[in-house]
């Protein structure tokens, strides 16, 4: 059984940056493809970004191409989502999910492994 606790969230800025940080515990980290999903209040639950078990491969939702970056430590069991040009619309709930897989994952059916998320809000 995989636990996540995800943590950093809080208040920023338009324009600001935050990093949003995953701790694993339970499995072997490095055989878990992660990824990052929001939800804002009466909105769906939105793919963020992905990476594969290694962390070589990356992906991202389009909203956040080229604004947010997603990496991985496996010898720290971490997983990362940083932030940058926040946005209002970017506030949300985030949360942190994971998958025994090869490959990286990038819709909610494919994740059996949830943290409890963490709240982002920028403000205007």
């Known amino acids: 059984q995989v636990q996540l606790v995800e943590s950093g969230g809080g208040l920023v800025q338009a324009g600001g940056s935050l990093r949003v940080s995953c701790a694993a515990s339970?499995?072997?980290?490095?055989?878990?493809?992660m990824g990052w999903f929001r939800q804002a209040p009466r909105k769906e639950r939105e793919f963020v970004a992905a990476?594969?078990?290694?962390?070589?491969?990356?992906e991202y939702g389009d909203s956040v191409k080229g604004r947010f970056t997603i990496s991985r430590d496996n010898a720290m069991n971490m997983v990362y989502l940083q932030m940058n040009s926040l946005k209002p619309e970017d506030t949300a709930v985030y949360y942190c999910?994971?998958?025994?897989?090869?490959?990286?994952?990038?819709?909610?059916?494919?994740?059996?492994?949830w943290g409890q998320g963490t709240q982002v809000t920028v403000s205007s």
């Open positions: 999910a994971g998958v025994y897989a090869r490959v990286l994952v990038t819709t909610t059916r494919g994740y059996n492994y």
């Open positions: 339970g499995g072997t980290f490095s055989n878990y493809a």
């Open positions: 990476i594969s078990p290694s962390g070589a491969r990356t």
